[in-house]
């Protein structure tokens, strides 16, 4: 390729262009995949990538490459990293971003935009997009000289990794990277004097935790997802089993404490376990570390573990506070804070007793279900389990967002850190396939289980083309009841069964749908076929996807109607 | 009850913009706004406002969420400062 200059005509190689830096700075993260979409303002970048084989998922619709991103940050730790052209490539990422924003996910998300000289003039494929995503994103950056290209690179990708994570956005005018220099802008160091972060305690606050854990009598310790951002899955096993602390899980939190370990009360909150639940209700110290205390995990906040000390862990100040006021806040890494406990504690108080009482519970109430009696349909809660025994606990498993999602936290048992991806605070339907394509990237060699409802999966099956471009071996479960299962049960439950659009009548046939795009196709309706179905898929090599068909009618339980207390559970 | 948040922050287009994002998450309108760029700093500017806020938790929460932004340095309530005749100085 040649070009024109003042001097007549030259060789490009010997200039290079602000996406050529864009590339560079970006390689030097240690970043080995984006996952991306091409479009007008972009093809500057789209060109770097290609000349430099960066490699590169190309998605189906940008939903699915933030989604993809997000699944692959989640099972790598590492931030994902996103392409998507200005205007509508831009605003197709708003959800994923917000999603990442508040379930903590590190993305790091390059848009296109139109070249500075036409910024505000409505030009073609214009969009606000720092206007747009501010309130979506940690930080966002739009670049308005080369000169800036590496250090706000540098910049976004250690705001996205640091203190909590979240998603940066770099905006590109087309200009920038387009622009050809002779040489490459000298590195400046990143200027971020407004931002900081805490990871370590203050000795003060650890010293008053550890006397409240020691004298307390009834405790339950509350896990979060900070407990997986922070890698201390191993920590808090130790530390919990020292001081014989029950663990009671959030949605996000599943994996960080062994479903089958003793102490382990299951996941709390609006389908939580009736275990859980009291434990929260009953106890005299909530010990919360890395969780937001969302509302539905916390349900009606004036009967929210009323009796109870309330200590927060958090790495972020904000949430400290925000929702559960703390008798003892303690910012930082949960991390650094166990590390700090477990030096900082000493012998603490009998829990027999408490620990009786809880295991009662667990035995008079535990999760329970009822096996299909219809002909051609299965309970969805024994697909779970089967899906369970088949994957094996070493899998990766992402879900959509409704019933199969509490029926996977709930009959899924995880026993091991960073293998469940949920969205968890957005509640993003269409998130749990492209989310598995993401974590099947970051994890070749690993079983990646996508447990989808009919629902969800019709919001972002087009990518479905991309498991079959990349041969990625993704077991996809259809649970499908053929209705929008959890906008259902809530009307059954609360709108006296007026079933406004949520059983639509027309569906696809997944099976032929999975075929048409050279996946295999598998269907069960009984449990035979089902242990038939789902044993062949997880010895075949390739993808598959099973649509089971499962009951219509089934609830989710125990259930927490909104309003109502956590001991408030019907359904137990 | 009304409150007086003085804020240094970066000298950059958007940062307007995300501070009163912060407003709008809690659906607060600002009575006074003053954003004044500071003559010895580098690339800094002083942001005055007062606010008309629920209760001193949702001030709590706003000064930390203004702080929470990167392009916010640093934040305070100095509504009682003030009030003492303090000429306060962030």
New interface residues.
Partial sequence: MRVETKSGTETRSRTITGADILVRSILQEGVDVVFGYPGGAVLPVYDALYRKHVRHVLARHEQGAIHAAEGYARVSGKPGVVIATSGPGATNIVTGLMDACIDSLPLVVFTGQVATRVIGTDAFQEADV??IT??AT???F?VKSLTDLPRIVREAFY?AATGRPGPVLVDLPKDVCAMNVPTEPQETAMK?????FTTKPESHRIQTLARAIEKAEKPVVLAGAGVLHAGASEQLRSFAEKHSLPVVSTLLGLGSFPASHPLFLGMGGMHGTYAANMAITECDLLLNIGSRFDDRLTGNLEKFAPEATIAHVDI???EI??NVPADIPVLGDAAAVLERLESETGPSADKSKWLKHLKAYRQQHPLHYERSQERGCLSPQYVIERVAACAGDGAVVTTDVGQHQMWTAQYYRFERPDHWVTSGGLGTMGFGFPAAIGAQVAKPDETVVAIVGDGGFQMTLQELAVVRELNLPIKTIVLNNHALGMVRQWQEAFYEKRYAHSVPSVQPDFVQLAESYGIRGERAATEEEAEQVLTRAFRTPGPVLVDCRVRREANVFPMVAPGKGLKEMTGV | MRRTIHAV??SKT?VL??VS?VLS?YNLSIETLALTRKSDENG?SILRLIADVENR?QA??LI??L????????AADVTERQEAGENVRI
């Avoid at chain 1, 971020?192 to 900081?196: D, Q, S």
């Avoid at chain 2, 702080?67 to 640093?74: H, M, Q, Y």
């Fill in positions: 720092i206007g501010a309130p940690k930080h966002n739009q705001i971020l004097p407004g931002y900081h972020d100040p904000v506070g925000k | 922050v970066a958007s913009g995300r994002a998450k800094l938790r709590d929460q930390k969420q702080n929470k932004l990167i392009d916010v340095v640093t």
